[in-house]
């Protein structure tokens, strides 16, 4: 079992910056892809970016790349979402969730194959 919190979230101006972090318990999250999703209002929840278990690989969704990176510390059993050049669309509550397949060499981007998740954080973006 993992339990997941994420925080960070917040209002800032468009081309501002804000940092997320997802911080787990258990003992096997370092063994675990961890991935961010986010949810607009009205709309379906979303893939963002994801990361392998020794943060050596990663994906990111094309409306992201080159803004957004994440990373993680496995000793403090963190992921970390770094939100750079942000815009009013990337208002949401966004959510970290972890993939327990280890079958998979590649982070996956698809909400079905993470098997838990986070409460969500909001972040607003003003334009």
């Known amino acids: 079992q993992v339990q997941l919190v994420e925080s960070g979230g917040g209002l800032v101006q468009t081309g501002g910056s804000l940092r997320l972090t997802c911080a787990a318990s258990g003992r096997t999250f370092s063994s675990y892809f961890v991935g961010w999703f986010r949810q607009a209002p009205g709309k379906e929840r979303e893939f963002v970016a994801a990361i392998r278990w020794s943060g050596d690989s990663t994906l990111y969704a094309d409306s992201v790349k080159g803004r957004f990176t994440i990373s993680r510390d496995n000793a403090k059993n963190t992921v970390y979402l770094q939100m750079n050049s942000l815009k009013p669309e990337d208002t949401a509550v966004y959510y970290c969730?972890?993939?327990?397949?280890?079958?998979?060499?590649?982070?996956?981007?698809?909400?079905?194959?993470?098997?838990?998740w986070g409460q969500g954080t909001q972040v607003t973006v003003s334009s």
């Open positions: 969730a972890v993939d327990a397949d280890r079958s998979y060499l590649r982070p996956r981007a698809r909400e079905s194959e993470y098997d838990y």
